[in-house]
């Protein structure tokens, strides 16, 4: 069987096209929003400079809030800040690898937070080598 033209560039084109799908990977997708739906409260904190650790009590009023996309934030039983959320997914400055930040209100350009939920706990920390870590415990 002679080879035109045509079969040529037709093979050529097949064997880019599964070259470059074979290559694509998908993107893991950010933490279900429905995974962080409920109340979450403060139960222990680390600070990123000192490394000291601080328990907290249940019922010490220091809680995050989440809905389908509206958060609050209380601090001693009074909301400090409320407004909307996304959740997306960002290369961690610490470890380099893909993580889940939480961004507040649209502002892509504040302190990063990231998020991981595990058992029911919720870790939430600045993604910076001397960020403090906060975990809360959902209740």
């Given at each position: 069987?002679?080879?035109?033209p045509?079969?040529?560039?037709?093979?050529?084109?097949?064997?880019?096209?599964?070259?470059?799908?074979?290559?694509?990977?998908?993107?893991?997708?950010a933490?279900a929003?429905?995974?962080?739906?409920?109340k979450?409260?403060?139960?222990?904190?680390?600070?990123?400079?000192?490394?000291s650790?601080?328990?907290y009590?249940?019922?010490?009023?220091?809680?995050?809030r989440?809905?389908?996309?509206?958060?609050e934030?209380?601090?001693?039983?009074?909301?400090?800040?409320?407004?909307?959320?996304?959740?997306?997914?960002?290369?961690?400055?610490?470890?380099?690898?893909?993580v889940?930040?939480?961004?507040?209100?649209?502002?892509?350009?504040s302190?990063?937070?990231?998020?991981?939920?595990?058992?029911?706990?919720l870790?939430?920390?600045?993604?910076?080598?001397?960020?403090?870590?906060?975990?809360?415990?959902?209740?």
């Open positions: 069987m002679k080879k035109t045509k079969h040529l560039l037709f093979s050529l084109t097949l064997l880019l096209f599964s070259f470059l799908f074979s290559e694509c990977k998908k993107a893991e997708p933490v929003n429905e995974l962080i739906i409920g979450w409260e403060l139960r222990s904190s680390f600070n990123g400079l000192s490394g650790e601080t328990k009590l249940a019922g010490n009023g220091n809680e995050l989440f809905t389908t996309n509206t958060y934030i209380y601090s001693n039983g009074k909301i400090s800040q409320n407004g909307q959320y996304q959740i997306a997914k960002v290369k961690s400055v610490l470890s380099g690898e893909m889940d930040q939480i961004i507040y209100d649209n502002n892509t350009n302190v990063h937070v990231t998020i991981k939920i595990q058992n029911n706990q870790t939430y920390a600045v993604d910076a080598f001397d960020g403090p870590i906060n975990i809360y415990e959902r209740y």
